[in-house]
């Protein structure tokens, strides 16, 4: 045999083998079980499509050797009920906003979103090149659960109102559906804090049972169809500046799982982190048009004397929270300096080049 012909043969023998040890895993493994429940109702505009179509990637990228069984909030349990069934070992994951278990912990609130706290590239930063991960694996760790981010509703509006919020005094008796550290914000400020199910929200605030709520941005909210109870839509929100989502699974079946079959669940958790947020972006402008034009919709900002109100009864729910535990110091006081690192950058670049952008484009 020729030399080169040789050199040929073997090169394409060696592809070859590489080929087939690059494959072997999708190939050669059995099929594994994953059964997903979740906070949001089926085909929920938004937050509940984009849980259906994150299970439904890790099947289609692991070419079905990942068998995923998806129920949306009250088909298997309830939907404030899916961390204790994944945590308990009868289902194997959760997709749902970490904030909703600060009654556990209160550092959960800082792996969705708190007040005057990151948006949501500052809060992937922290997660992905800091020591967000870390620290969440440490939390969720005590709970018997491995969690990463699965999406993002990027800054959130401030919420829908019955009547005109003129001064921090409004605010007093007001019962609002705002869960996490901002629920807290608010109970501070006179307001009664409820804590809702996003299915349960649009019955409550029709019936008079609550007399305000926030849920996320107009993309989301249009198809609540909030704007037929409450007239009002305030911004910006200062309770969810970035709300990160969670994909919460049990820590036992996560530690089972090969390197392959984890791969397959951290690229579609990243995909669709990435996909959310920018769908909700894509929409929020159209939406938010058709809700002052065709609904009647009365956009409003928050007064500085109100902001300036939210920010004394943070500052406090931060104090309160670092006092829970040592562990709820350690987060607080590492999200803090992050978000102040970065911010400091942020305010430079980024939001000063949109600042003068919308200046001279009249945005």
């Given amino acids: 045999m020729k030399r080169r012909d040789f050199i040929k043969t073997g090169a394409a023998a060696t592809a070859a083998a590489g080929a087939t040890i690059t494959a072997a895993p999708a190939i050669g493994q059995s099929k594994t079980e994953l059964t997903v429940v979740s906070t949001w109702p089926r085909d929920f505009p938004g937050l509940g499509v984009s849980a259906q179509r994150l299970v439904e990637r890790i099947g289609e990228l692991s070419d079905g050797k990942i068998v995923t069984k998806y129920f949306a909030a009250g088909e298997r349990v309830g939907a404030f009920d899916v961390f204790d069934e994944v945590a308990g070992g009868n289902s194997d994951a959760y997709i749902g906003a970490d904030y909703y278990w600060k009654g556990k912990h209160p550092g959960f609130a800082y792996f969705t979103s708190v007040p005057f706290g990151m948006t949501s590239p500052e809060w992937n930063a922290w997660i992905k090149f800091k020591d967000g991960q870390k620290l969440w694996d440490k939390l969720s760790g005590e709970y018997g659960l491995k969690a990463l981010t699965c999406g993002g509703t990027g800054t959130q509006m401030g919420g829908w109102f019955n009547k005109e919020i ?125 809700m002052v034009d065709e609904n009647g919709v009365e956009l409003r900002s928050f007064s500085d004397e109100i902001y300036d109100s939210f920010g004394e009864a943070a500052a406090e729910v931060f104090e309160e929270t670092r006092d829970h535990s040592p562990l709820a110091k350690e987060i607080n006081d590492n999200y803090q300096d992050a978000l102040r690192e970065m911010g400091s950058y942020l305010k430079i670049a980024e939001i000063g080049f949109s600042n003068q952008r919308n200046r001279v484009l009249d945005i």
């Fill in 166 to 290: 003129e001064t921090a005094d409004d605010l007093k008796g007001l019962k609002m559906r705002i869960p996490g550290l901002g629920g807290d914000v608010m109970a501070k400020l006179g307001a009664s804090p409820v804590s809702l199910p996003g299915g349960q929200i649009y019955e409550n605030l029709v019936s008079g049972a609550i007399d305000a709520t926030e849920w996320v941005g107009p993309y989301n909210d249009y198809f609540m169809k909030f704007y037929e109870a409450a007239k009002y839509y305030y911004s910006p929100g200062m309770h969810e500046p970035g709300g990160g989502l969670a994909f919460g699974m049990n820590a036992e079946w996560w530690s089972k799982r090969s390197s392959w079959e984890k791969a397959i669940i951290e690229a579609a958790c990243n995909e669709e982190n990435a996909a959310q947020p920018e769908e909700a972006i894509a929409n929020n402008g159209l939406y938010l048009a058709k």
